[in-house]
């Protein structure tokens, strides 16, 4: 074989091969030594005869877990140290050996894990024999040393098998902890034990053969109790294991990566090697996440299981498959499940092994129960999923305009106050607002759903150009949009964009079959950094002054002036101080005259208001007259005015001026019964 295909071979396979070769090697030194020695005892024991206790040993695997390894136990001293004592040393090494490949096949383990363990068996049962010897040398074959000399035997070959998971365990990548090490530990204290019941069993047939099938007897007892004892303590192991998976899984399916922990759990739970979650959709949409221990697996593997779960859905899809949380499909090495909602299955989860392990039955129950438990935390995840969307939607209902998706004008408030407090020196932010002309018309005459149409149809307008300059449209109700501009230099920056609206929007539009020229009011506030304006309402509040004016007036695009608006707090304040200046008569008439161009005779006059402020001085009647008409005040400060032109009509009249005085009178005033009087 080249080196390039050499290389081709997965990285595990080659460690595991020239691991195999290393420990072949090692027993191969050993084989001289072991070759020349013969039984301990002179009751010598055909090798051939030991060959299916061997195996029978090697096949009653006794299955736990240490963490993240697993371990295997057997009654495999019991045999060992029946050949030590009464079988030569290369009898004992061949039976050994054959008896392990004959349990390995019969297990089913794959040629390469079989290759492995029969070399680490030759190694083992190489040391155990030329330790045994080596100390029965010395101190006899039979009594304490030979004992000691047996548990040292079988406790070396614990350790040297409790290295060989280790090994497999690094060379798989798997996480290294001092497991290995209890493992080891455990294996050795079991192998002591057995040793011990196994010298003392042959001490009993030396003393009285007819009792040898006592031993028998008493192996197949130790079996038992060592299953029912582990199956005891793998239990528990996978109570707490469950509990702590489930706790796992209840605390973080509510947050982001919530699939991927119960995937960890579900490895961690059962010791696998890939775990994967396909969320049921519909066919064409099922989302699939994969979680892997270690490397990934080979694609031929990936594959065939991924085949499996494909089949289970279409069949859960298809209905030809009774639902109900539990196993679905899969063999002695891959469990697979439904995780089930409240309205049928949500996801089918598999969990998979290492090629050469297989799932216990125990493994089966707690996958069984796992399932559960992760079929409740997904429902309730799915539940919470529910009602953030419906918590995220409400919010964007309550930030956003129905018709047009548009920002509202809570949200526009926000973005506004956002952009006023990032505001820096130099720059202005500016809002248009947007009234559209004779909208009415267009619903009383189209109707009330093209009139929506029209509004979602200069919505999307507004929206692109928004897009493309940059800036921040809503749609404060009505006919009303508004537009916020960030990032200004100057005026003429707001007003070129304030045009670039007006003219997006007055762009002809077809709506139900007709041609409409759309024409909309437009009114603008600018503020800079040196600006007392805090809020998106007071900006929007001086557009809307200023947009009335464009309307009113017919003008284009109406920038407000502080002048202009009849809601200021001036203006408030001059209507309370009004009514007390007509009160005490503080109102006076000045007198405008009237001149004959021919004669140069004055012949009439006419009256007009004036208010001088304590406070603001000289307030100019287009200031105070229209504070007057809103307020009421309008008929007393007119009979004001009248009654101070009669005075000094009166008083002109002593003085021989004949003059006619012409008085300013409102609608309302002329309306009003008492002005004759």
């Known amino acids: 074989m080249s080196t390039r295909s050499l290389l081709r071979v997965p990285r595990v396979e080659r460690l595991t091969v020239a691991a195999a070769l290393v420990m072949a090697a090692g027993a191969a030194l050993l084989y001289p030594l072991v070759a020349k020695l013969p039984a301990a005892l002179s009751n010598e024991v055909a090798w051939w005869a030991l060959v299916v206790p061997f195996a029978l040993c090697n096949s009653v695997q006794l299955r736990f877990k240490v963490g993240h390894t697993v371990m295997f136990l057997s009654v495999v001293e019991f045999p060992l140290v029946l050949g030590l004592l009464m079988t030569s040393g290369p009898g004992v090494l061949v039976a050994h050996v054959l008896g392990a490949l004959i349990a390995l096949v019969a297990l089913r383990y794959r040629p390469l894990m079989i290759l492995h363990n029969a070399a680490g068996v030759a190694l083992e049962g190489a040391l155990a024999i030329v330790v045994y010897h080596a100390v029965t040398d010395r101190t006899g074959p039979v009594g304490l040393g030979g004992w000691s000399a047996a548990g040292l035997a079988v406790s070396i070959c614990a350790t040297i098998c409790a290295l060989r998971i280790h090994h497999m365990t690094l060379i798989r990548r798997q996480p290294v902890t001092g497991a290995w090490q209890k493992s080891a530990a455990v294996a050795c204290v079991v192998a002591v034990t057995n040793a011990t019941l196994a010298f003392l069993a042959v001490r009993l047939v030396l003393a009285e053969p007819r009792l040898a099938w006592l031993v028998g007897g008493m192996a197949v007892v130790v079996v038992v109790i060592y299953r029912n004892h582990i199956a005891l303590l793998n239990h528990h192991d996978g109570m707490n294991r469950l509990y702590e998976s489930t706790r796992t899984i209840e605390m973080v399916m509510a947050q982001e990566g919530s699939i991927r922990t119960m995937l960890d759990q579900a490895l961690e739970l059962l010791g696998g090697e890939e775990a994967e979650l396909v969320a049921i959709g519909d066919g064409t949409h099922d989302r699939r996440y994969v979680a892997l221990r270690h490397e990934p697996a080979a694609e031929a593997e990936m594959a065939d299981v991924s085949t499996i779960v494909a089949g289970a859905i279409d069949d859960l899809r298809n209905g030809t498959l009774t639902a109900g949380t539990g196993l679905l499909v899969g063999d002695e090495r891959t469990l697979i499940a439904q995780l089930d909602g409240s309205t049928g299955p949500l996801a089918v989860l598999r969990v998979s092994t290492d090629r050469g392990l297989s799932f216990s039955e125990g493994d089966r129950r707690l996958f069984e129960m796992f399932v559960n438990h992760a079929s409740v935390a997904l429902r309730n995840s799915q539940l919470v999923d529910r009602l953030r969307d419906e918590v995220t939607q409400r919010q964007h209902e309550a930030l956003h305009d129905s018709l047009t998706a ?135 509040r001086q557009a809307d002054v200023a947009m009335y004016i464009a309307k009113r007036q017919h003008l284009g695009i109406v920038f407000y002036d502080r002048s202009d608006d009849p809601y200021s707090p001036r203006r408030l304040s001059l209507a309370a101080d009004l009514r007390h200046a007509v009160e005490r008569g503080e109102i006076e008439a000045y007198f405008q005259p009237e001149i004959d161009l021919a004669t140069g005779d004055v012949i009439s006059v006419e009256a007009l208001a004036r208010w001088t402020h304590p406070v603001h001085g000289n307030v100019f009647p287009d200031q105070f007259i229209p504070i007057a008409e809103q307020s009421g005040l309008i008929r007393d400060l007119t009979f004001l005015m009248l009654e101070q032109s009669l005075d000094r009509i009166r008083y002109w009249r002593t003085q021989g001026f004949n003059l006619h005085v012409a008085v300013n009178l409102s609608v309302r005033c002329l309306a009003d019964e008492q002005l004759v009087d």
């Open 406 to 540: 548009l920002p509202n004008r809570v949200m526009f408030d926000l973005q506004t106050r956002r952009a006023l407090s990032a505001l820096r020196a130099g720059e202005m932010v500016g809002v248009v607002l947007l009234d559209i002309d004779h909208f009415k018309e267009v619903n009383d005459t189209l109707g009330h759903h093209h009139g929506d149409e029209l509004l979602a149809g200069l919505a999307r307008r507004l929206e692109q150009l928004s897009i493309e300059r940059g800036l921040v449209v809503s749609r404060l109700g009505g006919d009303e949009f508004a537009v916020l501009m960030t990032g200004c230099a100057g005026i003429d920056d707001v007003a070129a964009i304030a045009e670039d609206v007006k003219t997006t929007i007055e762009e002809p539009i077809e709506i139900g079959g007709v041609s409409l020229d759309v024409r909309a009011s437009v009114g603008a506030s600018v503020v800079d950094a040196s600006s007392d304006v805090i809020d998106g309402s007071t900006m929007l």
